[in-house]
């Protein structure tokens, strides 16, 4: 019975009245703080840094308050000069507050170099879609030598230098495939 009474007595609605505007004044005071410390209308238009190099695309973020973090390289593009941004997030044109991360995507300064496989005694074609597989150009100049077999692979050139299995060379180099004649009278002995 204390207890219902007290729910019905002035200083129960003095203390809920106190208590609720408490709380507007501390809801208030929360979104005003808010506001003030994200720079709730404060907005940077992300430039458009592709094809930069890192010593540019650093002073043009620094000038508007921005900063940079690079994530990684991507496959070589020839389009883009070496060591520039080929990517970035946020994209080109999207609003972000001052201290903002903008993280990009460099181009390698060229490609990556891949082994030579061993393709000695192996066809014409399944030695020509292997090399197209890893990323190498074929030449349409083939060197022929003596050989019994037609159109088996005897070695490799790049550059005018005979490859041995194993060797690096970079992705997208033309590569250069010595084929048997089928003319010879023996296999090819190759000069190593």
């Known amino acids: 019975m ?3 009474k007290f729910l019905k007595s002035k200083v129960f609605f003095t203390q809920l009245i106190i208590a609720v505007v408490g709380l507007v004044l501390l809801f208030f005071a929360l979104q005003k703080w808010l506001n003030i410390t994200t720079h709730h209308n404060q907005k940077i238009e992300v430039p458009n840094l592709k094809k930069m190099s890192l010593i540019k695309v650093k002073h043009t ?3 508007i308050d921005l900063k940079m973090v690079v994530l990684d390289s991507a496959s070589y593009n ?5 060591n520039s941004v080929i990517d970035q997030s946020p994209d080109v044109g999207d609003f972000v507050k001052e201290n903002r991360k903008i993280y990009l995507t460099l181009n390698p300064s060229g490609y990556k170099s891949i082994p030579i496989p061993n393709l000695y005694g192996k066809t014409k074609r399944q030695a020509t879609a292997h090399l197209l597989a890893l990323g190498f150009r074929i030449s349409k100049n083939e060197i022929r030598v003596s050989d019994i077999a037609k159109d088996v692979v005897r ?3 790049y550059k005018g230098k005979d490859l041995k299995a194993g060797v690096e060379i970079p992705k997208n180099s033309v590569i250069t495939l010595k084929l048997g004649d089928g003319r010879g009278s023996g296999s090819y002995k190759p000069n190593y």
């Open 2 to 4: 204390n207890f219902i």
């Open 155 to 157: 070695g490799l050139k």
């Open 61 to 63: 973020l620094n000038e």
């Open 78 to 82: 020839p389009d883009y000069p070496k």
